[in-house]
């Protein structure tokens, strides 16, 4: 049995000129499934909180809280942000526990444009932020010789969270590909267990990178926000 | 490898669609439900809060009502025993007044049936007097009280002064008062003593009044000399009742 490259895009189809691959697909089923469920559970909330809204309301609440200890600031501006890449990469990775669905976050092009959005929130909210000298004055800081080193960081911290979320989830996929066309059906499973944590966790420390980052950006006078808690660094 | 632009391009786009999706179906609706829940309570927190205010405001006036009620009670109880104790005093004394009064009528009432019972007793008692005497009278020897009570009359009429024998004497008609007649010689005898004892006595008359128990008495138009136990009792009775009005207004 072959095993596909996974640094390889499948096309399923094109658009005009524009072809579609199968992790655009699995994308665009998440946003779907992610769309009609959040609308389905909260189409109805109301002051009295049933089981399904407290356990959105303790979701939405305790991202919320982490953005606000993370980034010392209040969470409303980043809340829909980091909770959707949150949300999204849980969902992502989880997908792959569907049989024949492969997770959009084990082709580079989907982490790609992750670290993307990210680097381009982390400029957007520190322009908004600190103003367009301000933020530029920020990479002087603490001194003006580590501005190119600051400089350097800004993309290589991207590049480094693409890295690490794509190499993560793509060897786990690999790894249970490889696995299962050896082994056969019910040897992946411990794997597929442990690639179920590897998924969350690596979801996790993508947003709290995303969140350190932007708080980085944000703050002139503390440009290293507090770090949640947890080792982010994989 | 090779990066497919394309489906960078459009997973760049999916995610961007999908934050402003979950933004609009997930995290406004929970923020805003969260925020709908914090302002209800913070109202709930606040009524309550203006509600336990007016509560404690309310129990303050009640107390504060309360106390005014209690004093004016009070203030009513104290006025309403003063009017009780000043309207018992009046009644005291006009009960006093009143009692003293009736006590006093019923003292003159007592003491006028004393002084009516002791007047009528006196004047029973004379009238016995006279009775008894009368009765002891008619025991002793007729002419022996009538010799011993006509010289008892001369003896009152030598006694007067000349002026005054002399007026009785021509005091006309002079009648002799006797309780019994006297026979033809008594009288002359009488007649011949007066003449004596008053010079130029004209022939006086002989009357008869048995109310006088014993003795004699000349009756004049203007003069009137009692020699008789009746004169007596009187004197007697006269004197009683003089003592009796002069311990009265003692």
Not at chain 2, 56 to 76: H, M, N, S, V, Y
Not at chain 2, 79 to 94: N, V
Not at chain 2, 120 to 149: C, I, Y
Not at chain 2, 187 to 211: H, I, W
Request: hydrophobic content about 50%; proline content about 6%; glycine content about 6%.
């Amino acid at each position: 049995m072959k095993i596909a490259s996974p640094l390889e895009s499948h096309i399923l189809f094109t658009i005009g000129p524009v072809p579609i691959s199968q992790p655009v697909v699995t994308t665009w089923g998440i946003m779907a499934v992610l769309t009609i469920g959040c609308w389905f559970l909260t189409r109805r909330l109301g002051l009295r909180p049933t089981r399904t809204q407290a356990a959105l309301e303790l979701v939405v609440d305790v991202t919320a809280r982490q953005i606000r200890e993370t980034m010392e600031a209040e969470p409303q501006p980043y809340l829909p942000l980091i909770g959707t890449l949150f949300i999204f990469l849980l969902v992502a990775n989880w997908s792959s526990l569907l049989p024949g669905v492969e997770p959009p976050t084990a082709a580079l092009e989907t982490d790609a444009a992750l670290a993307l959005i990210v680097f381009g929130a982390t400029l957007w909210f520190g322009v908004r932020a600190l103003g367009a000298r301000g933020y530029l004055r920020s990479f002087a800081q603490p001194s003006i010789l580590l501005a190119p080193l600051n400089l350097v960081e800004l993309f290589t911290r991207s590049f480094s969270l693409m890295v690490r979320l794509f190499g993560n989830v793509m060897s786990g996929v690999f790894m249970i590909g490889v696995v299962l066309s050896l082994a056969g059906l019910l040897v992946p499973i411990p794997l597929m267990a442990l690639e179920m944590l590897t998924g969350a966790v690596q979801a996790y420390i993508f947003g709290a990178l995303a969140m350190v980052f932007i708080g980085s950006a944000i703050s002139e006078t503390n440009p290293s926000p507090k770090a949640p808690n947890h080792e982010v660094s994989s | 490898m090779r990066i497919d632009w394309w489906t960078l391009a459009l997973q760049a786009i999916n995610v961007v669609i999908l934050v402003w999706l979950l933004a609009r179906f997930l995290f406004r609706p929970v923020m805003g439900a969260i925020a709908a829940r914090q302002t209800a309570t913070d109202q709930l927190l606040a009524d309550a809060e203006t509600a336990k205010t007016a509560a404690l405001k309310l129990e303050a006036d009640l107390k504060a009502q309360t106390d005014a009620f209690a004093a004016d009670g009070d203030a009513r109880r104290t006025a309403l025993l003063a009017s009780i104790e000043a309207e018992r005093s009046r009644l005291l004394d006009a009960a006093r007044t009143e009692t003293d009064a009736k006590a006093k009528l019923a003292l003159a009432s007592v003491e006028d049936a004393q002084k009516g019972m002791a007047t009528q007793l006196e004047e029973k008692a004379a009238v016995l007097a006279g009775q008894m005497a009368s009765a002891l009278l008619h025991r002793l020897p007729a002419g022996g009280t009538t010799d011993m009570m006509f010289a008892a009359l001369l003896e009152r009429i030598e006694r007067l002064p000349v002026e005054e024998r002399r007026a009785l004497a021509g005091d006309t008609p002079l009648a002799i008062v006797t309780p019994a007649a006297l026979d033809g010689e008594a009288q002359a005898r009488c007649v011949q003593k007066l003449a004596e004892a008053l010079p130029g006595l004209a022939a006086p008359n002989f009357t008869v009044d048995p109310a006088l128990i014993a003795g004699f008495e000349l009756h004049g138009p203007h003069m009137l000399v009692r020699n008789s136990w009746r004169a007596d009792l009187d004197t007697q009775l006269a004197a009683l009742k003089e003592d009796d009005h002069a311990g009265l207004r003692g």
